[in-house]
């Protein structure tokens, strides 16, 4: 749990100190440290999920599994 | 700003359609259409390429921009946006999804007993490296080991070409089995569609009127490989026990027994494809990566890269709790969340011609 947060944060960080150099915009910034913010929270919830009845990644197989059937005959 | 030649469009897509198709879809393709599985390959490459023709048509109308651009102006922002989103999300599954698939390979077969995330930690490291260099250095990349890459995948099948069983050879013409074809075939055409990822590198590419030739060519190539692995396995294991192995290809090279010397070749062969699964992975992520960019009306995808790279590589080990539920994916959905992306550019494609018929005079104007 911790190891994925670090890796996230050091991630940004240099992102951040990247972005800072180029002088892109506070836009930009806001965008890219956001999207870090959403991919530490998905990644935790993945991970805190890990060993559940239902994973994230068996709930995804769910959404697509009828629309395999649908394109696959006698299945 | 287009620095890819049609030389390297070549090289890489077809180390890119043929990586995961001899590595891990045989057993699922043999399974679906039996000793059909040459006309499987032929029609679902045919069909790949329908799809990543219609993403072309779309691309060469606006080709100094990529689909995360002009989406908008075709369909809205109100579809577009959430379209996008989609298609990003599907695509750093499928990354995950078939990182998880070459982690578990590695491990099972050569490294047993290391964790998950050791191998994930320095085949991601690769990755972040090449996915940040942005698409020019990955589409040259390709060019690097493809002559070893198709020489070394068309090779290792002629190592057993005395131990085949020549007497199935009469099964490939007679054996007929229409539903078992189609599923294969929507196989097959799951994995050619992902050409239509060109969509997104278009304004990089040089030479842009001649690129369906390149892909062509790409096709060819990648389905002479899939066949020239698929069909000597079938000849070697027949097809009940091909389609339940795991790794039929990887059986294949280990039944090789080229002398003393060469006793077992599989590290050797092995090398050269899982560099075409490195390319695989670092499109799909880089496929999200320029398009989650575009999206958002910015110029450079170095700063999504890393980040992105490092949820597919922590999504690839934690979504799928064993390697039974990657079994269980692969044949459930995996063939569907492939194609969808795929499938969104003739959408567009769609839309944006029903648009031009309806104001030819504003669609001039653009």
């Not at chain 1, 951040?16 to 002088?23: D, F, I, K, P, T």
């Not at chain 2, 070893?148 to 090779?155: P, Q, R």
């Not at chain 2, 590198?201 to 060519?217: A, D, E, H, V």
Request: net charge positive; with cysteine.
């Amino acid at each position: 749990m911790i190891g994925i947060a670090a890796i996230f944060l050091l991630i940004g960080y240099m992102e951040w100190a990247y972005l800072r150099r180029e002088r892109k915009s506070k836009r930009t910034v806001r965008i890219v440290i956001g999207l870090d913010v959403m991919l530490i929270i998905c990644s935790e919830a993945v991970y805190f999920t890990r060993n559940a009845d239902v994973t994230a990644g068996m709930i995804l197989n769910a959404l697509f599994t009828p629309i395999q059937r649908l394109l696959f005959v006698g299945t | 700003m287009g620095r890819i030649t049609q030389l390297q469009v070549y090289m890489l897509f077809s180390q890119f359609l043929y990586s995961t198709a001899i590595g891990f879809f045989v057993s699922h393709l043999v399974r679906q259409a039996r000793f059909m599985v040459w006309v499987s390959v032929l029609l679902g490459a045919a069909i790949g390429l329908l799809i990543t023709y219609f993403a072309y048509r779309l691309s060469i109308r606006r080709p100094d921009q990529t689909l995360g651009q002009y989406g908008s102006q075709i369909v809205g922002r109100w579809v577009h946006y959430p379209l996008m989103a989609a298609v990003i999300a599907v695509n750093l599954y499928a990354a995950a999804f078939i990182t998880r698939q070459v982690i578990d390979f590695i491990v099972i077969n050569f490294l047993p007993d290391t964790p998950h995330w050791a191998v994930a930690l320095l085949f991601g490291f690769c990755v972040a490296r090449g996915v940040r260099s942005g698409p020019v250095t990955v589409f040259r990349s390709a060019q690097g080991l493809f002559l070893l890459s198709v020489a070394a995948t068309l090779t290792f099948p002629l190592f057993i070409s005395n131990q085949i069983d020549t007497d199935m050879a009469i099964a490939f013409i007679t054996w007929f089995e229409p539903a078992g074809i189609w599923n294969g075939t929507v196989i097959v055409a799951a994995i050619f569609s992902e050409m239509a990822f060109i969509i997104y590198f278009f304004p990089y590419i040089t030479k842009r009127k001649s690129m369906m030739k390149s892909l062509s060519w790409a096709t060819v190539t990648a389905a002479l490989v899939v066949l020239m692995n698929a069909i000597p396995t079938i000849m070697l294991f027949g097809p009940e026990l091909t389609a339940n192995l795991t790794y039929p290809t990887l059986e294949v090279i280990r039944f090789i027994r080229a002398g003393t010397f060469l006793e077992n070749l599989d590290p050797l062969l092995i090398i050269f494809w899982l560099f075409t699964t490195f390319l695989k992975i670092a499109i799909f992520t880089l496929t999200a990566s320029i398009a989650l960019t575009h999206t958002m009306k910015m110029d450079n995808s170095k700063s999504f890269s890393s980040m992105l790279t490092a949820a597919v590589f922590v999504f690839s080990i934690y979504l799928f709790p064993t390697a039974a539920h990657v079994e269980r994916i692969a044949v459930e959905s995996e063939a569907t969340f492939l194609l969808l992306p795929n499938i969104v550019p003739v959408m567009y494609l769609t839309v944006d011609w029903l648009r031009s018929l309806a104001k030819p005079s504003a669609h001039k104007a653009q």
